[in-house]
């Protein structure tokens, strides 16, 4: 297949037909499709097919197949397959990111940002792959015990829409470095460019099976972690899904990872820089449209400085230009769906009606055909917004932040911490001693001072709480894709034979 060019027309994967798996496009066995829809102005890419149950079950055979001979692959090898994907992504960034692009209707400057660093996910976990070393102990009595580890097999990767090639990348760089075929259901709303990714890994020389995708929705997804091949289920999505596919998981004794929602503090106190922290608040709220599982949705400002920060933080937010995702000085494009610009707007009017002060944005912006038909909702911030409102208490997943006033350290962190989510926070100040006190105290698997939202291969990724369980990232993400096993053997002459007055016991 040629994709040399950044365009859909070129891409015949999406006539709502073809799959991929065991190493090609394949024909699907079902016949229902999902439409691929452009969320910057409803208009349709193509379509993906609805993978049924004789799909998954034919891309379970293929990853099965192909799971013995991957996993006994000297990681050295392995890890040379994924830096071979890392030089075809490095030279198809363009491409890739204009794709991304117009799937998500993220910004084309932002995607190809985050586009530019996929090759460090693969470059990372190809390169450690092959540092997992066991342990050996000797042992009283005569015994040597050592550890090895190996992979689970097939794995499910369950991917949401909102970063559909990181999130992805990060999880299948990190399985396959550690051994693992797998089969990947990306989200029924970004379902094609993990088509694109399980082409370029078949032209990367990875061996056909390894990398298998299925497209299709929930139901398709509940069919993946049902599969009796799957040994290891890795799921970004919502706390909901995160639920369902715990209990899939638990059913089959299946170990799980899950990357939840969240409902992520920002703390800014009185010592921070007001511009500054109004510049890291624009950002940690509105990249992706406030799309991110660690979008800022919750500030909480110092008192002293509450008013001049929500001045300067206001001023910003309506400077940031609303509109084509393909432009380059287009800085916040559309949600995804228009069931998401929906519940944006339910959220706009809930807060509005419980007493929340609306100080930017709140409406739908203005915007020439053919952006008149896209789900696009402005940059909204609230102010005053009290801990018992909907809009501090549920994940919105939109543009819509929420500024709560504090007056002291103690109170900072009761707010930031009045959530069942414990996923991202930031905290904003030049104390060290009180940065370092606030991320020992604030709930949340991932803390930032004076950042937001830095992510990295050798950095954990993950939450707990109402946010998930285990970690992406590093050298906990490739552990968790291997059984850690013992071995213990006998290094003395004979057996020590206790019914005939042996000493050893245990
Ligand atoms: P979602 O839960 O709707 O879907 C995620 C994936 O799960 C999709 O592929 C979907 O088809 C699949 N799925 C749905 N029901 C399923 C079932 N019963 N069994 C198996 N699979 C099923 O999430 P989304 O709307 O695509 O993504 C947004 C959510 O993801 C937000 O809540 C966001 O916070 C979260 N998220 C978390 C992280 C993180 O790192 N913690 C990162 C990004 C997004």
Known sequence: MTTDTASWSELPFLSGRLLHYGGAFQEAR??????????????Q????????????????DAASAAAPAWGALDALDRGRHLRALAEIVRSRIGELATFESAITGRPIREMRAQMGRIPEWLDYFGGIAAGLEGESNRLRGGFLSYTAYEPHGVCALLTPWNHPILILVKKLAAALAAGNTVVVKPSELAPATPLLLAEWCREAGIPAGVVNVVTGDGSTGSLVCNAPAVRHIDLTGGTATGRKVAAAAAARLVPCTLELGGKTPVVIFEDSDVEEAAAGAVFAAFVAAGQTCVSASRFIVAQAIYEPFLEAFVRRVQALRQGDPADVATDIGPVISAASRDRCLAYIATAKAEGARLVAGGGVPSLPAPFSGGNYVEPTVFADVAPSMTLFRE?????IAAVTPFSGEAEALAIANDTPYALGASIWTRDVARAHRMAGKVRAGMIWVNDHHKNDPRSIWGGFGDSGYGTENGWDALRSYQRKRNVLVSTAERFDDWFAGGKRYG
Do not use: K
């Not at 890419?45 to 379970?60: E, S, T």
């Not at 994940?395 to 543009?399: H, K, L, M």
């Open 395 to 399: 994940e919105v997943f939109g543009p």
């Open 45 to 60: 890419f193509g379509a993906v097919p609805l993978a049924g149950a004789d799909d998954v079950a034919a891309a379970m």
């Open 30 to 43: 079902s016949t229902a499709a999902i439409p691929v829809v452009s969320p910057a102005s409803g208009a």
